[in-house]
């Protein structure tokens, strides 16, 4: 990953989206081979500050913008995500079956809808406008899936 072109990248994106003034946000590049993710972030929404950490040892995405526009969209979801969480923590207790299906549908729900509109903004003001498909080769096939299922017939 070219560090200079992913901080010129992050720049234009954090102004396209209007994050800055309202935020202080700051890209850090991640050097241990063991993270896992290719991007994340960390918040203080009291104090309006973000740090965008986007993988520098393995990334597991081959386009880089696409990386910093999902994280930048989470960013600016985050008060919904923040919302949204809260009714769940309050209407149902931790660890009961209500609890995790409201959760995993809502995370669910928000990552596709992050993703959705990481792809629209991408492809309308993308320099590259090559989606990865990194994620998706990863997973098996169908035909692997439903390997030794029994017939229907």
């Not at 969209?73 to 409201?102: N, W």
């Not at 990552?111 to 320099?127: P, S």
Request: proline letters at 3%; hydrophobic letters at 35%.
């Amino acid at each position: 990953m070219e560090r200079t072109e992913a901080e010129r990248l992050f720049e234009k994106w954090v102004r396209k989206l209007r994050l800055t003034p309202a935020w202080d946000i700051r890209l850090q590049f991640v050097e241990d081979p063991e993270w896992r993710k290719t991007g994340d972030f960390k918040v203080d929404c009291d104090d309006m500050k973000a740090i965008l950490m986007l993988n520098a040892a393995n990334p597991k995405q081959e386009n880089v913008e696409e990386v910093i526009v999902h994280e930048l969209m989470h960013l600016k979801m985050y008060p919904l995500d923040q919302v949204t969480e809260s009714m769940i923590t309050s209407c149902f207790e931790e660890g009961t079956p209500g609890y995790r299906l409201a959760y995993t549908q809502f995370f669910t729900t928000l990552e596709q809808t992050v993703e959705e509109m990481t792809k629209c903004f991408l492809l309308e003001f993308g320099e590259n406008r090559e989606l990865s498909f990194g994620r998706c080769e990863r997973q098996k096939s169908f035909d692997e899936l439903y390997a030794g299922l029994k017939s229907l017939k």
